[in-house]
Every structure is written in structure tokens, then in C-alpha cells.
């Protein structure tokens, strides 16, 4: 159930940071929000059983035991003298800052380097995490953006990628960053200030007063949470509200011939 939940609030995220990284089209918006959406779902790549350890098949296995692997290592060497005893794979290096950071500036170099393609496979990937944990209503959104970026892009759509390239790593280090605050209010929290040692924990789990945690897939998160982002990723989609109130307002307001 929290992936969705990630998937949800990462689209989220995409769409209110877009505008600050120099974004300022409907189709760039999507396209950053639809990337921002999967990549929320990255960090899990870390347990085995993870929608992301799935996604690619026996590659993205791979890709899910080397973490864990990197991560277990980085956790023993690292460990303060205080940090429970445990094996430092699911929930430590990829729900950090540093790792949302370093993802992000990989990310940035690769689409700077690769141009317009690079930038495809990122959104792509971003696009297959999101619609297996959201569902096929993510393909739509995203055909609907390629036939608006197709209308809009003029007759070289590819140079109108390019120009997307570096701004791809602000959307998959948002994501990995989304996905860690959203861990941060559960009942396990999540050390993403990791190394900042904290009461003598350097992977210190933050988390809410136990009063405010959330417990993964149980009522609050499925008829809570989940409703309140569903109708703030609508909200936040340029154009949404206005075109919401000049609806509202022609539905509630009379004909002018009536008026008289």
C-alpha cells in the first residue's frame, strides 16, 4: 500500500517543485512530476521484495542485492555506538539525503552528457515505477503530455528534450527525498540525515511522536492520506484550479437573461 502512497506524493512534489527549477510549460511539468512520481519509489530498490526490485526483472534484482550489499557494508563501518543492532540493508543508504543528493547530481551528469536520449530513459523509468504502483491512469497522463509536447515542441521535439537535461536529477533527487519523508512519519522513521550523528546514533531514525506515526497500509493512510494527495495531485497540475473555479462559477451562476 505505501507505494502507491510514495508514488502519489512524489507526483505531488514534482508538480509544486517544477516552477523553481526553471520549468514553465504544461508538457515539461508532466513529464518532471510523472520522473519526480517513479523516482519516490527508488529507494525501496533496497528490499528484495520492493516494487523496484521487481520492475526490470533479474536486472533490477541484481541492482537490489548490490544495494543491499553496499548498504549492509556502509552500516557496519559506520554504525555509532548506539545504533541497533542491525544488518543496515532495507532502510538505511538509499533513505538518505546523501544518496536523494548523489542520485540526483548522477542523474543531472548523465542527461547533461546524453542529451535528449538520456532524458527519455530516465522519464521512462520514472514513468514504469509510477504506473505499476499508480496504475494505467499514469499512461494516459503521460500519452496526453507527449501529444501536447509533440503540438508545442515545434518541429524538432528531441532539442525541446534536451533542454530538460541537468533538470532531470532535481526530479529523481526530489523523488528519493519524498520517499524518505514519507518513511519519516511510519512507525520504523527513516535516518536520512545520515552521517549527522545524533544522541550518539549516526543512522538516527527520525520520526513523530508515536502518537502521530503511521502504520503502513492501514486505515489512515488508505482513507486518509491516500484521498488528500489524490485531490492535491489534481490541484497542483498547472491550470487545474482556475479552470475548477471557472467551472464552479458558470455552474453556480445564472444566465444573465435570468438575472434580469
Known amino acids: 500500500m505505501m507505494g502507491r502512497t ?8 514534482g508538480l509544486g517543485v517544477a516552477k523553481f527549477v526553471g520549468i514553465t510549460t504544461i508538457e515539461q511539468t508532466v513529464l518532471f512530476a510523472v520522473t519526480t512520481s517513479g523516482f519516490a519509489l527508488l529507494p525501496d530498490l533496497d528490499h528484495p521484495h520492493a516494487r523496484a526490485s521487481k520492475l ?13 550489499h553496499a548498504s549492509a557494508g556502509l552500516y557496519q563501518v559506520t554504525k555509532g555506538p548506539r545504533d541497533e543492532r542491525k544488518r ?19 542523474a ?11 532524458v527519455a530513459a530516465v522519464a521512462v523509468l520514472g514513468l514504469l515505477l509510477a504506473e505499476d504502483a499508480l496504475g494505467d491512469w499514469m499512461l494516459i497522463v503521460t500519452a496526453a503530455g507527449v501529444v501536447w509536447w509533440l503540438r508545442e515542441a515545434g518541429p524538432d521535439p528531441l532539442a ?16 528519493c527525498f519524498t520517499h524518505c519523508l514519507g518513511d519519516a ?18 543512522w538516527y531514525e527520525l520520526r513523530p511522536p508515536k502518537a502521530l506515526r503511521l502504520r ?12 488528500l494527495f489524490v485531490v492535491l495531485g489534481v490541484l497542483l497540475i498547472p491550470g487545474a484550479w482556475d479552470f475548477g473555479v471557472d467551472f464552479v462559477t458558470r455552474m453556480f451562476t445564472p444566465p444573465a437573461s435570468a438575472a434580469q
Not at 526490470?56 to 543491499?68: E, I, M, N
Not at 525541446?160 to 523523488?175: K, N, P
Not at 503502513?216 to 484521498?227: D, N, Q, S, W, Y
Open 56 to 68: 526490470l526483472g533479474p536486472f533490477s534484482r541484481v541492482l537490489s542485492w548490490l544495494l543491499r
Open 185 to 202: 512519519i511510519t512507525e520504523a522513521g527513516c535516518p536520512f540525515l545520515f552521517p549527522v550523528p545524533i544522541a550518539g546514533e549516526t
Open 216 to 227: 503502513t497500509g492501514k486505515r489512515v493512510e488508505r482513507l486518509v492520506i491516500f484521498p
Open 88 to 106: 543496515g540493508t532495507h532502510r538505511h543508504l538509499s533513505h538518505t539525503v546523501l544518496f536523494a543528493v548523489g542520485l540526483g547530481f548522477a
Open 108 to 118: 543531472s551528469a548523465g542527461t547533461e552528457a546524453g542529451g535528449p536520449y538520456a
Open 160 to 175: 525541446a528534450l534536451g533542454h530538460m537535461s541537468g533538470i532531470m536529477g532535481f526530479a529523481v533527487a526530489v523523488g
Open 6 to 13: 510514495h508514488a502519489l506524493t512524489g507526483w505531488c512534489a
